[in-house]
C-alpha cells in the first residue's frame, strides 16, 4: 500500500473504527515501513496524551457568545416555557388564599355607596349612620 493512503488512515486506525480488512493491511505495512509507524506511534502519543493547543480566553469567550447569541431563547419563547410549567399545588392554595384576602378585604369598601349624606330641609346634612340624626355642619 502506499504510505500518504495508510498515514490518512493512522488515527481511524488506532482509534478502533475501521473494518477488519484495512485493519490487517495497515498491520501488515507498520511491520515493513518505520516511517509509517513512526507517523503512527506520533499520533498515537498526540491522541493519549492530548497534546493539541489550547485556545486562548479570546476565542473562548468569542465561541460562548456565538453559541450564546444562536441558542438563547428570545424573551417570548422564556416567558412561554414558564407559563407551561407545572405549578405545585401548595402555591395555588396560596394563591387562592391570597386572592380570597383581598377580595374580602375589598369587598366592604366597595359595596360602600359614596352618595353624600342627606342634606335637611335648612339645608344641614344628617349622618345617617348613627342610631340618632345629628348635625354634620362642622365637617
Do not use: W
Request: aromatic letters at 6%; charged letters at 25%; a positive charge.
Amino acid at each position: 500500500m502506499d504510505c500518504a493512503v495508510i498515514q490518512i488512515e493512522l488515527a481511524p486506525y488506532h482509534l478502533g473504527v475501521c473494518d477488519d480488512e484495512t485493519r490487517a493491511r495497515i498491520d501488515a505495512h507498520l511491520l515493513e515501513c518505520t516511517d509509517c509507524l513512526r507517523a503512527y506511534l506520533a499520533i498515537k502519543r498526540h491522541i493519549e496524551r492530548g497534546d493539541r493547543a489550547r485556545p486562548s480566553d479570546a476565542a473562548k469567550a468569542k465561541l460562548r457568545a456565538a453559541v450564546a447569541s444562536e441558542f438563547r431563547p428570545t424573551i417570548a419563547a422564556r416567558a412561554a416555557r414558564a407559563l407551561r410549567r407545572p405549578v405545585p399545588l401548595y402555591q395555588s392554595f396560596a394563591a387562592a388564599a391570597v386572592i380570597v384576602l383581598v377580595v374580602s378585604a375589598l369587598a366592604p369598601i366597595l359595596a360602600r355607596p359614596n352618595a353624600p349624606a342627606p342634606v335637611t330641609a335648612s339645608g344641614e346634612r344628617v349622618d345617617t349612620a348613627r342610631p340618632t340624626p345629628e348635625n354634620l355642619s362642622f365637617y
